[in-house]
């Protein structure tokens, strides 16, 4: 009896042993297969290639935002996943905002619109917010170019002007306030922009180049428009200074980081005696793209309405995150207008 009691007893533990075996690979493969379906279903924002849970259908909107020193600090510009930045009049360049991963609070100063920058946002396939416009910018609006937001229609009911700073430096709107107006003017908010490519984490990790941890960015001898940026090597991002202070949210005091510097060279011609100009940002032509404290040169291209490097003719990948994206005209050039500083 003894006997048949131990074989029964191994008899069990080898059956037991096997369950064991059969349900660790099976307890694995239910893993590898729940992580693989999570890849599957995350998605990433076109603009910045941040990760996603729901698949974003949301469209652009683009807002002209004020960079005249009274203007400063602005709001909503830390929630942009794109900033542009041009000349527009004189020595001060002006910013167009485009947010479409993130909804801002309140965002402005609002400024008026110019052609070049209303060409920018139609290519992001992106709703156009601003207060006032040039001649060349009105026809354009007047015509329906493209779907947008004017200050000057709706001063005082969707646009607010803050009683702290003063005309044409104070007219402000809500991402609300955005949506309100488009559900009146009955404009789709649905349609993606079209998509940077990207570097996947390691890759942005290991991007090789000059290393250029601080630059200037000089867009006139008078200099009121110059700005800085500086590489938190702890943050992996770029700050961004002008006027001597670093570029922060007005309402949060959050600070602006940019995760790539664009800078591009492009022609800029005067067109009346204003001095209003005519900027080419259809051509192509030389650039610097900064990421990770490294710089490297490149080429710009506008392909379908965004305007990406190129090296050797291939795109080349940004970091996922924030793009400022810096124009300056050809004459002076890139090399008198960006200066590295590697300390």
Same mark, same amino acid.
């Given at each position: 009896?003894?006997?048949w009691a131990?074989a029964?007893?191994a $008899?069990?533990?080898?059956?037991? =042993?096997?369950s064991?075996?059969?349900? @660790?690979?099976?307890?694995?493969e239910k893993?590898?297969e729940?992580?693989? &379906?999570?890849r @599957?279903?995350? +998605?990433?924002?076109p603009l910045?290639?941040?990760?996603t849970k729901k698949e974003?259908?949301?469209r652009?909107?683009? $807002? ?10 602005q709001s909503g510009l830390?929630?942009?996943?794109i900033v542009y ?11 167009l905002?485009v ?8 965002i ?5 619109a ?5 060409k920018?946002?139609k =290519?992001?396939?992106a709703l156009y917010?601003?207060?006032?416009y040039?001649?060349e ?5 007047n015509?329906?170019? /493209?779907d947008?937001l004017?200050?000057i ?7 607010q002007?803050s009683?702290?700073r ?6 402000? /709107?809500?991402? @609300?306030n /955005?949506?309100k107006?488009a559900?009146?003017?009955k404009y ?8 940077? &490519?990207?570097?996947?984490d390691? @890759?942005s990790?290991?991007i090789k180049?000059?290393?250029a941890n601080?630059?200037?960015i000089? +867009?006139s001898n =008078?200099? /009121?428009?110059?700005s800085?940026?500086?590489y938190?090597a702890?943050?992996g991002k770029?700050k961004?200074f ?8 007005l309402?949060t ?7 790539n510097?664009?800078?591009i ?7 009346d005696?204003y001095g209003r100009? !005519? ?10 793209l900064l990421?990770?404290g ?9 392909? !379908?309405?965004l305007? $990406?490097p190129?090296k050797n003719g291939?795109?080349v990948?940004m ?5 400022w ?5 050809t004459n002076?050039g890139?090399?008198k207008? $960006? ?5």
């Open positions: 009896m003894k006997k131990v029964a007893a $008899v069990l533990l080898l059956f037991s =042993g096997c064991k075996k059969e349900k @660790e690979p099976e307890k694995k893993v590898v729940k992580a693989t &379906q999570e @599957e279903t995350s +998605y990433s924002f910045t290639g941040m990760v974003p259908d949301q652009a909107i683009a $807002v002209m935002i004020n960079n005249h020193p009274k203007a400063r600090p830390n929630k942009a996943d930045e041009i000349l527009a009049e004189g020595d001060i360049t002006r910013f905002a947010f479409q991963s993130e909804k801002p609070g309140k402005g100063p609002v400024r008026s110019r052609d070049y920058y209303i920018l946002a =290519g992001l396939n917010i601003a207060h006032g040039s001649p910018a009105k026809k354009m609006l015509n329906h170019y /493209i947008n004017n200050g229609v709706y001063d005082g009911t969707l646009f002007r009683k702290a003063k005309a044409p430096h104070n007219s402000y /709107i809500t991402y @609300e /955005i949506l107006g559900k009146q003017k789709s908010m649905k349609g993606l922009p079209p998509s940077f &490519q990207f570097l996947t390691d @890759e990790k290991a180049g000059n290393e601080s630059l200037k000089t +867009y =008078g200099g /009121i428009s110059d800085k940026f500086e938190d702890a943050l770029y961004r002008s006027g001597g202070n670093q570029t922060a949210d309402e005091n959050d600070p602006i980081l940019v995760d510097i664009f800078i060279e492009t022609v800029h011609r005067f067109i005696s100009r !005519d900027v080419d940002l259809t051509s192509g032509g030389k650039g610097y990421q990770k490294k710089v490297n040169e490149v080429n710009w291209e506008n392909r !379908d309405g305007i $990406v190129l291939e795109e990948r970091v996922p995150g924030k793009t994206v810096n124009v300056v005209p002076p890139l090399q207008s $960006v200066r590295f500083d590697t300390n």
